[in-house]
T-cell receptor, first 114, second 114 residues
Framework: DAGITQSPRHKVTETGTPVTLRCHQT?????MYWYRQDPGHGLRLIHY???????DKGEVSDGYSVSRSKTEDFLLTLESATSSQTSVYFC?????????????FGPGTRLTVL | KQEVTQIPAALSVPEGENLVLNCSFT??????LQWFRQDPGKGLTSLLL?????REQTSGRLNASLDKSSGRSTLYIAASQPGDSATYLC?????????????FGTGTRLLVSP
């Protein structure tokens, strides 16, 4: 398995509080991704990173920010959590844009916003 | 906008049966298509990746086919086993993206009974 961990694995928080999720990799992959998974929607891309301090938005980026200060760490922050952000969050990593490259996924973080 | 649909949403079969999972996509301009497996409470694992120029890929008891012109892919599982029980997702990668932007289907939840 690709060396990718997420923390915390579970979190319950209240509306309006800030929340930070961490993704850590030991594979030295260039690309890192944050997805959310909701019933009926599949996985949707929130943000991605193509290098240290290089990030860009995905299709559902509103209410989220990210940072990548080191190759191995990619942080997802909910500045002020809302109930609509209750979801399972997955981090993924990938070596690049080669045609046979896949993405390797972390185990996920289940976030509940009350 | 690319949309990916998987039918059925859930499938229950007895052990030993051969089965087919379906994936359809609306934009035939894809770079590749992947099938992933997701076990409960865990991340996704890539099973098969088919390039847009290929018609099928095989791995053990799994065979994935791709018909770009009709916007369809199928995942064939031969001689199903209880260990195959999981959710199966397909994802398409769009053409000419600078990173691996994947569009996921909502998945088919498979239960194989002993």
């Amino acid at each position: 398995d690709a060396g990718i961990t997420q923390s915390p694995r579970h979190k319950v928080t209240e509306t309006g509080t800030p929340v930070t999720l961490r993704c850590h990799q030991t594979e030295n992959h260039r690309y890192m991704y944050w997805y959310r998974q909701d019933p009926g929607h599949g996985l949707r891309l929130i943000h991605y990173s193509y290098g240290v301090k290089d990030t860009d938005k995905g299709e559902v980026s509103d209410g989220y920010s990210v940072s990548r200060s080191k190759t191995e760490d990619f942080l997802l922050t909910l500045e002020s959590a809302t109930s609509s952000q209750t979801s399972v969050y997955f981090c993924a990593i990938g070596p690049g844009t080669g045609s046979t490259d896949t993405q390797y996924f972390g185990p996920g973080t289940r976030l509940t916003v009350l | 906008k690319q949309e990916v649909t998987q039918i059925p949403a859930a499938l229950s079969v007895p052990e030993g049966e051969n089965l087919v999972l379906n994936c359809s996509f609306t934009d035939s301009a894809i770079y590749n298509l992947q099938w992933f497996r997701q076990d409960p409470g865990k991340g996704l694992t890539s099973l098969l990746l088919i390039q847009s120029s290929q018609r099928e890929q095989t791995s053990g008891r799994l065979n994935a086919s791709l018909d770009k012109s009709s916007g369809r892919s199928t995942l064939y599982i031969a001689a199903s086993q209880p260990g195959d029980s999981a959710t199966y997702l397909c994802a398409v990668r769009r053409v000419n993206t600078g990173f691996q932007k994947l569009v996921f289907g909502t998945g088919t939840r498979l239960l194989v009974s002993p």
